[in-house]
Structures are given as structure tokens and as C-alpha cells.
Nanobody, 123 residues
Framework: VQLQASGGGLVQAGGSLRLSCETS????????AAWFRQRLGGEREVVAA????????YYADSVKGRFIISRDNAKNTMSLQMNNLKPDDTAVYYC?????????????????WGRGTQVTVSS
């Protein structure tokens, strides 16, 4: 399974960005998926996760109420709408997927990873 994340960029604090993840797998609907991020010098951490149907989601406390994860299994894509961005959101963002019906929050639970996309939020 190949994943391709896009949509990163430079934005001012308070602004919005929408990240997209395209997959090569027509059976993406049978995969759990998530967005992770890694700040410079930091560890990779989960931002949001979603189950295979898209009706159960998880958010890190730091992004609750600001970010929205969604997926379109018909198009084999996943998105992360990021609103009210803060400088602390600056990181490389990765999309990840793995076989399974529920969602997972640890990076070692995901088998497939896309290349990261840089998000930079200026103050």
C-alpha cells in the first residue's frame, strides 16, 4: 500500500490548512488510518485516527476542537482539516494506514506510511 500526503505549507497562526492522503489501495475501506506528526527534535505522535468506516475518530487533546479527520473510501483518500493553527502545530505530518476495523494510536501499530508533508505555522 502506497500513501501520499499533500497539502502542507506555511500559514499564519489562526489560519487553516487541509492535508490529504491518497492511497494506492482500492480496499482502503478495510484499513484503519491516522495522521501523525513529528516536531523538529521530537518523537512522532498521533494527531488523529479514524476507523475503517469513518464513523469513529480519535483526537489528541492538543488538537481537539480544531482538527477534523475524515475519509472517503470510494476515492481511497483521507483528509485532515486543520483550523485555528498554532505555532506549536509546526511539524512534519504523516498519514498512516494498517489493516483493521478500529483505529490505533501508536505508530508501531501502523504498517504503511506516506512521506511527510511540512506544516509551518508562523506567529
Amino acid at each position: 500500500v502506497q500513501l501520499q500526503a499533500s497539502g502542507g505549507g506555511l500559514v499564519q497562526a489562526g489560519g487553516s490548512l487541509r492535508l490529504s492522503c491518497e492511497t494506492s489501495r482500492n480496499s482502503f475501506g478495510t484499513f484503519a488510518a491516522a495522521w501523525f506528526r513529528q516536531r523538529l527534535g521530537g518523537e512522532r505522535e498521533v494527531v488523529a485516527a479514524i476507523n475503517w468506516l469513518g464513523d469513529i475518530t480519535y483526537y489528541a487533546d492538543s488538537v481537539k476542537g480544531r482538527f477534523i479527520i475524515s475519509r472517503d473510501n470510494a476515492k481511497n483518500t483521507m483528509s485532515l482539516q486543520m483550523n485555528n493553527l498554532k505555532p506549536d502545530d509546526t511539524a512534519v505530518y504523516y498519514c498512516a494506514a494498517t489493516r483493521g476495523s478500529y483505529y490505533y494510536t501508536r505508530d508501531d501499530q501502523y504498517a504503511y506510511w506516506g512521506r511527510g508533508t511540512q506544516v509551518t505555522v508562523s506567529s
